[in-house]
């Protein structure tokens, strides 16, 4: 019995719980089984469980062919304590289930598990909302500084300054944002990066999936930004960070056989107790390195491994969210991870198990894990942890494309704009999405929304009664150089134009005049001599 695949969405970590228990208790066998000299209907050995919860896990696709036989034990650990099965006396809870002969039955209800009853957040308000132009100053004003009288200008300079001036410019104000805090950029961070998971989860609401509350703005601009040349987060509080027998013991493992730093003699199983002192520190860790609270995130990453690309991207993103000292840890565990399984020179960890299978058991649970006992969390850890290890060198890059749409979004916010009396628009809203249009709509919108605006300021230029005809006239003519079509389309013919336009009246040229002399020219007389 396959069951059915449970995708992403709200408490999808309970779904996989009583799904789970629908599909073994559908499917177990039952039959007649002798104990103490009598005999029991409709019971189940241990090892009979084992076998059949075994394969039914390993052919859910929920789950996979990564799970193991002896986490399929401890799940029926859990189910007995859960009273899902009971001993053939009824015992359950402080019993502990055995992979032997010992006899075990389903009582008459198996107990489901009920979806929390915590209220969704449906109001916006609870939700992260990003920054707008909501909020502005006015520039200040330069003080000692005497305002400039305004000042008439003539149509001919009014067209040396303008190309084309048609209509009159409203009264407008400059304005910008109030310098925009670290607090708030954060915000900008957490309000995106929560928007971008919703995204790629493909999810209509984030409700059961993460409490905005639990994510931090400012655990996600330190992972973003607070990284060495290798991407690992860098912690401002070293007291946060491991201790450094654990960081040489990590180094030891991953640079084998020239990561002996401390010098330190070695022997035959020098390696196995290195990785011991490795595996005991994590698994002392109060809290699993995803947290509890991002728990059911990464429980619907599960349900997008299909689909690696998308899954990495879900891992991107969401890895963000944790806290940077469980960041880094959890950067520095999968390298090791992946550097222990992938170096040939390192002896075999396990007499018994393969050192890939060996590294996945040992810390999946220390990765994932619930804040609920009763839960599959050893089965879903299993399964990420492997996706994790193999995509270590991915899940730890900034994505792209949140990086670009908040550095577009604050760089957006620090502009200064310019608002106009009476307008109320807002135009720092960008569109929620684009939908994708033809080549000939694109041609025809181009066309469109470049041709009526300019056509609308031709007609409000000739219905402009109070504008002198002679500026009209040199108005009208310069629109007509700079944009031919439109205006020939305004006025095809002649007749057209004459109708709308007031002609030019001529000027009369004054007639050549001969001014008559008073004084005809007379000739040279000399009335005396300058002789002596």
């Known amino acids: 019995m396959e069951g059915r695949v449970i995708g992403p969405g709200p408490y999808r970590a309970t779904k996989l719980w009583n799904e789970t228990i629908k599909l073994f208790r559908g499917g177990m066998p039952l039959r007649r089984h002798w104990a103490?000299?009598?005999?029991?209907?409709?019971?189940?050995?241990?090892?009979?469980a084992v076998d059949y919860l075994h394969e039914l896990l390993r052919y859910n696709?929920?789950?996979?062919?990564?799970?193991?036989?002896?986490?399929?034990?401890?799940?029926?650990r859990k189910f007995l304590k859960a009273h899902v099965i009971e001993d053939i006396k009824g015992r359950?809870?402080?019993?502990?289930?055995?992979?032997?002969?010992?006899?075990?039955?389903?009582?008459?209800?198996?107990?489901?598990?009920?979806?929390?009853?915590r209220p969704l957040l449906r109001d916006s308000s609870d939700l992260p909302r990003l920054i707008r132009w909501d909020?502005?100053?006015?520039?200040?004003?330069?003080?000692?500084?005497?305002?400039?009288?305004?000042?008439?200008?003539?149509?001919?300079?009014?067209?040396?300054?303008?190309?084309?001036?048609?209509?009159?410019?409203?009264?407008?104000?400059?304005?910008?944002?109030?310098?925009?805090?670290?607090?708030?950029?954060?915000?900008?961070?957490?309000?995106?990066?929560?928007?971008?998971?919703?995204?790629?989860?493909?999810?209509?609401?984030?409700?059961?999936?993460?409490?905005?509350?639990?994510?931090k703005g400012k655990h996600i601009v330190h992972n973003v930004f607070s990284v060495n040349k290798a991407g690992i987060v860098i912690l401002e509080n070293k007291a946060e960070d491991m201790p450094y027998w654990v960081v040489s013991a990590m180094k030891c493992l991953a640079n084998w056989p020239n990561g002996n730093e401390t010098k330190q003699p070695v022997y035959p199983g020098f390696e196995r107790d290195v990785l011991r002192t490795v595996a005991d520190y994590f698994q002392r860790l109060k809290e699993p390195l995803l947290t509890f609270h991002l728990y059911e995130v990464f429980v619907n990453i599960l349900s997008l491994l299909q689909e690696p690309e998308v899954a990495a991207e879900a891992l991107q993103v969401s890895s963000l969210l944790l806290p940077p000292p469980n960041r880094r840890r959890l950067q520095l565990l999968l390298r090791l991870m992946a550097r222990v399984c992938q170096n040939p020179h390192l002896p075999p960890l396990n007499d018994t198990i393969a050192t890939r299978t060996l590294m996945v058991q040992m810390f999946s649970h220390c990765v994932l894990g619930s804040v609920d006992e009763m839960d599959l969390d050893e089965l879903l850890a299993t399964k990420l942890v492997t996706f994790m290890m193999e995509h270590h060198n991915t899940i730890f890059q900034v994505p792209s494309k949140l990086r670009c749409q908040v550095e577009e979004h604050l760089s957006h916010l620090r502009r200064v704009q310019i608002k106009y009396a009476g307008s109320d628009t807002d135009f720092s809203a960008s569109p929620a999405f684009c939908k994708q249009i033809s080549r000939v709509e694109s041609e025809e919108q181009k066309v469109i929304g470049t041709q009526t605006p300019l056509q609308e300021l031709?007609?409000?230029?000739?219905?402009?009664?109070?504008?002198?005809?002679?500026?009209?006239?040199?108005?009208?003519?310069?629109?007509?150089?700079?944009?031919?079509?439109?205006?020939?389309?305004?006025?095809?013919?002649?007749?057209?134009?004459a109708a709308v336009i007031p002609e030019k009246t001529p000027k009369l040229?004054?007639?050549?005049?001969?001014?008559?002399?008073?004084?005809?020219?007379?000739?040279?007389?000399?009335?005396?001599?300058?002789?002596?």
């Open 135 to 215: 909020d502005y100053e006015e520039l200040p004003q330069r003080e000692n500084i005497a305002p400039l009288k305004s000042a008439v200008m003539t149509s001919d300079l009014w067209n040396k300054r303008h190309s084309v001036a048609i209509g009159d410019v409203n009264e407008c104000k400059l304005i910008r944002r109030k310098d925009i805090t670290p607090k708030q950029v954060d915000h900008i961070w957490k309000s995106m990066t929560i928007a971008q998971l919703q995204r790629v989860l493909g999810l209509k609401t984030l409700d059961g999936v993460l409490n905005p509350t639990h994510a």
């Open 92 to 117: 359950h809870g402080t019993e502990d289930f055995e992979d032997n002969g010992h006899l075990y039955r389903f009582p008459t209800l198996s107990p489901l598990k009920s979806f929390p009853t």
């Open 509 to 532: 040229k004054p007639h050549l005049m001969l001014f008559n002399l008073k004084k005809p020219f007379q000739p040279f007389q000399r009335s005396w001599s300058f002789r002596a």
């Open 458 to 497: 031709l007609e409000g230029l000739i219905a402009d009664k109070e504008l002198p005809a002679k500026d009209k006239r040199k108005r009208l003519k310069q629109f007509q150089k700079s944009y031919p079509e439109i205006y020939h389309n305004r006025f095809p013919t002649e007749e057209s134009k």
């Open 61 to 76: 696709y929920n789950f996979g062919p990564e799970v193991t036989r002896y986490q399929t034990l401890q799940l029926l």
């Open 36 to 48: 103490h000299f009598r005999y029991y209907d409709f019971s189940f050995t241990g090892s009979e």
